[in-house]
C-alpha cells in the first residue's frame, strides 16, 4: 500500500469543541487535533516552514511527541476549487524520527586522573 507521509515536529494537541449544525440543531462531537511544523521545498531551491492541523483519530495519541519530530501518513482531498484538506486515515500509526546520533569525538578521561604524558617517580 503506497502512502504519503507528512514529517515534522509536534507543536501543539489540542481539543476543538463540537460545532452545532445550522440545519438540524444537532450538535457535533468533539475532536482532537494536532498542529504539526514542518518544511516546504519552495520554486526557489529553498524551504518554507508551514504548519497543518489535523484531526487525530481515534486510538492515536500524539502527546507524548510533543516537540519532537514525527512522520504520519496522510490523505487528502479537496472538495472545493483552491482548497485542500489533510486528514489521517484510520488505522495509521505514529512514526517516531529518532534524533540524529552525535558523532563528535569527546576526549577520553583517564579513570585515575593521571596525565600520561607526565612520567611517574615511582616508574622504571
Do not use: C, H, W
Request: net charge positive.
Amino acid at each position: 500500500m503506497s502512502m504519503f507521509l507528512v514529517t515534522g515536529e509536534v507543536r501543539n494537541v489540542f481539543k476543538q469543541p463540537g460545532s452545532l449544525d445550522k440545519i438540524t440543531g444537532e450538535q457535533r462531537a468533539d475532536s482532537t487535533k494536532v498542529q504539526i511544523l514542518g518544511e516546504l521545498p519552495v520554486m526557489g531551491g529553498g524551504t518554507r516552514e508551514d504548519i497543518i492541523t489535523l484531526t487525530i483519530p481515534e486510538g492515536l495519541d500524539f502527546t507524548p511527541y510533543l516537540k519532537q519530530s514525527v512522520s504520519v501518513p496522510i490523505g487528502f482531498l479537496s472538495p472545493a476549487k483552491g482548497s485542500i484538506v489533510y486528514f489521517i486515515p484510520k488505522g495509521s500509526q505514529i512514526i517516531p524520527k529518532r534524533p540524529e546520533p552525535n558523532l563528535e569525538t569527546l576526549p577520553i578521561k583517564n579513570p585515575l586522573g593521571v596525565n600520561p604524558a607526565v612520567k611517574s617517580p615511582f616508574s622504571v
